[in-house]
């Protein structure tokens, strides 16, 4: 897999530190670059380059209709407030709370997609400006991506411009995630502290979900986990397992968790034998810090770790991610519900299918019964509701009242399933509703 033009196999010393100086301007400076109309692709969490974008945003009475082009941010930057939209065009791949109301007021876009897809989609438009964080150059000349190497390797690959903001505290990561000095357009420097996302507090609902999904996994399997408080309870769970192994797209905290506590060893693995694969790391210094210089860890691009074809070639695959509802065929919506968006598709398409194809390959969705007395498990999508997971998609469904296993199952039997882990409180109403559909008898 190479990603770019391939840097000198050899620099003495002397020579990489000119190159590196003769690079290094302001971020003032370095944003000058940018003009009206351009496509910028930037990182996404904790390696969105802060300083410039603030840097950007101060030049918003120069600019108009820069479209910035990132999946989860997790700061609400400048250029995303009101009243900035003639001047920067926020696109999301994948939405966090500080775009929904962007998205809500047609200030920012939203692209669906697979994720394994967006790098192909970086490299089918025009990326002007590829600007992100890295860690400090080593001595053979080459910065690591650090915690985002998922599309933006793809990105800084096809850039007419590519803009390195470099931070001691960027951690070193291995695997396909480095860029050469020479490969560099401008190099800027900050020592700004990374973003943080903290642990999720978990309910007790939360742990009696984990519980179940425990029940499910077996030893010696790969895991994929998404991100949130269910799938922290889920990953405190797995700490009784033996011998598991990791290929994901994001990593977090939790995994630590695993790895210290013995349950990740990586020794039954079929693909990457030893190794965690992944794309991205979400959470805390404390991860930041373990991930650094750390051999354990390998990361790819999400064209690798999110296909479905590669994602298949481990054994024991298990895919365990949260959804917003589920119909009684088995439906589920992550993305808008009715009219309220909640965040995009994300991975959840790309690993169910490919654990569903792997050899004794597991899909699990996990999701709370009722939200605010509400029932989770519905008789029909509320209008205006977009499928995230076809009913042919979804393998196991976990809520805190038990599991049900629809693969293989009629509708009527996928009804029936799915009412008897709803809660108590509705499921007399779904049974009717199943019945008036023709569902139960």
Known sequence: MVWFKAGPLFEDSDKLLKMYEEKRISAKEAVAVISSGDNIVVPPGAAEPELLMESLANR????????????????????????????????????????????????????????????????????????????????????????????????????KKVILLVNPNMPRTMGYSFIH?????????????????????????????????????????????GLGSLANSVAQCLSVKKGLGIHSHFITDSIVDLVECGAITN????????????????????????????????????SYTNDPMVIAKNNNMVAINSVEEIDLLGQCASEPIGPKLYSGTGEQVDFARGAMNADNGKSIVVLHSTLKGRTKIVPVL??????????????YVVTEYGFARLRGKTYRQRAESLIAIAHPDHRDGLTEAAKKFGLTR
């Open 60 to 159: 918003k009475g120069e600019l108009k209709d820069v479209r910035i082009h990132q999946m989860l941010p997790l700061r609400e930057a400048s250029y995303l407030k009101p009243g900035m939209e003639k001047h920067f065009r926020h696109v999301s791949w994948l939405t966090s709370s500080v775009v929904k109301r962007g998205v809500k007021e047609g200030r920012a876009g939203v692209m669906p997609g697979y994720l394994y897809e967006y790098p192909q989609f970086i490299r089918d438009m025009e990326v002007d400006v590829f600007m992100g964080t890295v860690s400090p150059m080593d001595e053979h000349g080459y910065f690591s991506f650090g915690v985002s190497v998922d599309y933006t390797i793809a990105a800084a690959g096809c850039a």
């Open 181 to 225: 000095v020479s490969q560099a357009d401008m190099i800027v420097e900050d020592s700004s502290p990374l973003l943080e996302v903290p642990k999720p507090t978990l309910s007790k609902n939360d742990s009696k979900i984990g519980d179940y999904v425990c029940q499910i996994v077996e030893d010696g399997s790969t895991i994929q986990l």
């Open 267 to 302: 020794r039954r693995k079929k693909l990457h034998l030893g190794k965690i694969i992944c794309s991205s790391a979400v959470g805390t210094k404390r991860l930041y810090q373990f991930i650094n210089n750390n051999p354990l860890f390998e990361f790819h691009s999400v």
């Open 382 to 395: 509320e209008s205006g509701s977009v499928v995230s997971l076809s009913k042919n998609d979804v393998d």
